[in-house]
């Protein structure tokens, strides 16, 4: 049985090692246009076709996004870009607009087309339709359950894939389709600039109904009917395998590195223990996601009505802060790492890494800079230094401390 994808968010080259590192079987982003996620700092050319040879050595695929619901004028470069993807061996391209889906048929009809959430996919009538333009996977839409996936994956072919999101955040509005953004920041959510208007704080009244108010939820600082929770479904992976998902999508282009490390170790440990036969330790892997940025956690629609709530607080809370990178393997009782936030002589820091040094500790003894100068306090963001520890750390492991 072909075991189930994994797929990680990769805003930078950077990210996307630490996410192939950290157990993710591909990564998505996007080039420098036509993407939705223009504020991310995305690929150049030269950073896509290292990107996609690390992880092709890997075993590993590499999908771009190229999802705007395009204008007219947005089609002026498109082909060439398209076919740079083609000669980059991208392993698919991820669309949203039927005029950009005729183009890649036309000039380059050997690339995989992945069709985005952003199409709102709900029925196999339409996977089906989109099947017979070639296209190999549908990215559904995030307002289905599990029990709908289930009859759509069995009526389609079976030549057809399909990817949900499991983690991260939400928009509001109908599978990403939102206005609030253009028409009150002057940003086109759906070409790839939403500020995300709809985290902001919002009074909702109706003139002619004086008195009757719409019963929402409310901290000291506003209300945030249009804010929704983040997506978490470490709990229903069993579920969604056995639903015919064939590969898991974690949401963050946007995110730092160590959203990635600690999202990834996360289903990547649930997902093979899944495979495994293995009990899951659903506990650990819960605390484990609380330890990164994030909102108050739901299950959106995929268990029916009882938790698409919105009323949540558009701050979002993290338990733990990275603290360091590990740069290289530790040897000689020291290990070569990168600070990232302070810490200092005597703190206490837990490891995150995919091997078996996960959430062992260090009590911080002995600090060096690269002068072999002792640092009893580790302040200098990017600084690089050297931390006693018996641990056998590898490159890629992080160290974190927990926030007071």
Not at 114 to 142: C, D, M, P, W, Y
Not at 249 to 270: C, D, F, L, P, W
Not at 294 to 303: A, C, D, E, Q, S
Not at 317 to 345: D, H, P, W
Request: glycine share 6%; net charge neutral; aromatic share 10%.
């Amino acid at each position: 049985m072909k075991r189930t994808e994994l797929l990680a968010p990769a805003g930078t080259l950077s990210k996307a090692k630490i996410a192939f590192y950290y157990g993710a079987d591909a990564i998505y982003f996007a080039g420098k246009k036509f993407g939705l996620r223009a504020f991310a700092q995305n690929f150049d050319d030269n950073e896509m076709s290292e990107a996609i040879e690390y992880a092709h050595k890997l075993g590993k695929k590499v999908y771009i996004t190229v999802n705007i619901l395009a204008h007219e004028d947005d089609f002026n470069g498109l082909p060439e870009y398209i076919l740079k993807l083609q000669e980059l061996k991208a392993d698919a391209i991820i669309v949203s607009d039927l005029g950009i889906i005729s183009m890649i048929r036309e000039i380059a009809p050997q690339m995989e087309i992945h069709v985005s959430t952003q199409a709102n996919i709900l029925n196999s009538h339409a996977i089906n339709f989109l099947a017979k333009l070639g296209v190999k996977r549908i990215i559904l839409a995030r307002e289905l359950s599990i029990e709908e996936i289930k009859k759509i994956r069995r009526n389609i072919s079976d030549d057809v894939s399909l990817e949900c999101f499991v983690h991260g955040a939400m928009c509001i509005s109908y599978s990403g389709r939102c206005l609030l953004s253009n028409y009150m920041a002057n940003r086109d959510s759906n070409r790839g600039e939403c500020v995300q208007t709809c985290r902001w704080e919002y009074a909702i009244s109706e003139k002619n109904r004086q008195g009757e108010y719409f019963p929402i939820e409310e901290d000291q600082r506003g209300t945030y009917i249009l804010n929704s929770k983040d997506m978490c479904m470490i709990e229903h992976i069993e579920e969604l395998i056995n639903a015919g998902v064939a590969s898991l999508k974690i949401e963050g282009r946007m995110k730092s590195e160590y959203y990635v490390a600690t999202v990834v170790n996360a289903y990547r440990r649930a997902i093979d223990s899944f495979y495994n036969k293995e009990e899951i330790d659903l506990e650990k892997l819960k605390a484990e996601l609380e330890k990164a940025s994030h909102r108050k956690y739901t299950t959106g629609f995929y268990l029916g009505a009882k938790d698409k709530e919105n009323f949540e607080s558009s701050m979002p809370k993290q338990t733990y802060k990275f603290v360091a990178l590990v740069l290289e393997e530790a040897k000689n009782g020291f290990v070569k790492i990168e600070q990232r936030n302070s810490f200092k002589v005597g703190d206490v820091l837990e490891v995150l890494s995919p091997g078996n040094n996960f959430n062992k500790t260090i009590q911080v003894e002995l600090i060096k800079d690269e002068f072999e100068n002792e640092v009893t306090n580790a302040k200098l963001v990017q600084q690089t230094l050297f931390l006693k520890t018996n641990l056998i750390l590898k490159a890629g492991d992080i160290l974190r401390m927990k926030l007071s």
